[in-house]
């Protein structure tokens, strides 16, 4: 099954960056989709951005668009989400998952392997 492992949240002022990493161990996520989602307390998991291992394809939510951005290292099989000009409505717990070899979705339900999340807090 493999196992991902966040790490990099914080409290943060508004308008700083925070860089999240991901580490996958246990098997190789080579090829799979990855993506990165978020839950705010009382409110359902969100998407926040995705990649398609094969050519690097990328999907965003409309909220993070041109703040946040994904990225891979495979060398490393770690994921990243460098997150800019952060806001208060960014706090969350931030969860990475993998889908396997298909198609970029921003639905949770279609993914299967997911890490424990790490804390993102960001004051004003």
């Known amino acids: 099954q493999g196992q991902l492992v966040e790490s990099g949240g914080g409290l943060v002022q508004a308008g700083t960056s925070l860089r999240l990493s991901c580490v996958a161990s246990?098997?190789?996520?080579?090829?799979?989709?990855m993506g990165w989602f978020r839950q705010a307390p009382e409110k359902e998991r969100e998407f926040v951005a995705a990649?398609?291992?094969?050519?690097?394809?990328?999907k965003y939510a409309d909220s993070v668009q041109g703040r946040f951005t994904i990225s891979r290292d495979d060398a490393k099989n770690t994921l990243y989400l460098q997150m800019n000009s952060l806001k208060p409505d960014d706090t969350a717990v931030y969860y990475c998952a993998a889908r396997g070899a298909r198609p970029i979705t921003d639905q949770a339900t279609g993914y299967t392997t997911w890490g424990q999340g790490t804390q993102v807090t960001v004051s004003s």
């Open positions: 990649i398609r291992w094969i050519g690097g394809v990328t």
């Open positions: 246990g098997r190789t996520f080579t090829s799979n989709t």
